[in-house]
């Protein structure tokens, strides 16, 4: 088979290559841009620890190829942050409510809530649980993670965790 041309913008700068066609965007992230937030866990879309941001919209990368991802925008934990290292948001709340304990899920789990919050600014636990039903954590019980995006959320909307939690 002969390596196809890609063209994507991954966290704001535009990338070039050439890849064979069945090479998953989880290992061209991993492997040819040296982005290796998305972790590889399953290869099945079950565990979510590959989770970016495609094109405004929550995706496994392990399930869609290069190819599949081409003139696309793609979001990943380490476009989170700002250009000077400031955390964004829900990378500061998890931090801040202790909702990691091996970190492995956390990008995942990090870039799924940001699809959510961006869909639903004010969700609630049960929208929360809901949303981020395809990625498992094996560590947390996830109860500091949903306060992680609820924290997250209020900031995002220029409240504290403490008066929406009122």
């Given at each position: 088979?002969?390596?196809?041309?890609?063209?994507?913008?991954?966290?704001?700068?535009?990338?070039?290559?050439?890849?064979?066609?069945?090479?998953?965007?989880?290992?061209f992230l991993r492997e040819?841009?040296?982005?290796?937030?998305?972790?590889?866990?399953?290869?099945?879309?079950?565990?979510?620890?590959?989770?970016?941001?495609?094109?405004?919209?929550?995706?496994?990368?392990?399930?869609?190829?290069?190819?599949?991802?081409?003139?696309?925008?793609?979001?990943?934990?380490?476009?989170?942050?700002?250009p000077d290292g400031t955390?964004?948001?829900?990378?500061?709340?998890?931090?801040?409510?202790?909702?990691?304990?091996?970190?492995?899920?956390?990008?995942?789990?990090?870039?799924?809530?940001?699809?959510?919050?961006?869909?639903?600014?004010?969700?609630?636990?049960?929208?929360?649980?809901?949303?981020?039903?395809?990625?498992?954590?094996?560590?947390?019980?996830?109860?500091?993670?949903?306060?992680?995006?609820?924290?997250?959320?209020?900031?995002?909307?220029?409240?504290?965790?403490?008066?929406?939690?009122?």
């Amino acid at each position: 088979m002969a390596d196809v041309q890609v063209t994507l913008t991954v966290n704001g700068k535009t990338v070039e290559a050439k890849v064979e066609p069945r090479l998953l965007l989880v290992h061209f992230l991993r492997e040819h841009l040296s982005l290796t937030g998305a972790h590889i866990g399953c290869d099945t879309t079950h565990c979510g620890a590959c989770t970016i941001d495609l094109d405004g919209k929550s995706v496994k990368s392990c399930t869609v190829f290069a190819v599949q991802a081409n003139a696309a925008e793609v979001l990943t934990i380490e476009g989170m942050a700002a250009p000077d290292g400031t955390l964004h948001a829900l990378q500061h709340a998890f931090r801040e409510m202790h909702a990691l304990q091996c970190g492995f899920c956390t990008p995942g789990m990090i870039m799924r809530a940001y699809r959510l919050l961006k869909e639903t600014d004010d969700p609630t636990e049960e929208e929360i649980r809901f949303g981020i039903s395809g990625n498992l954590c094996r560590c947390t019980g996830y109860q500091n993670i949903v306060k992680a995006i609820l924290h997250a959320a209020a900031t995002l909307r220029g409240t504290t965790y403490q008066e929406a939690a009122e």
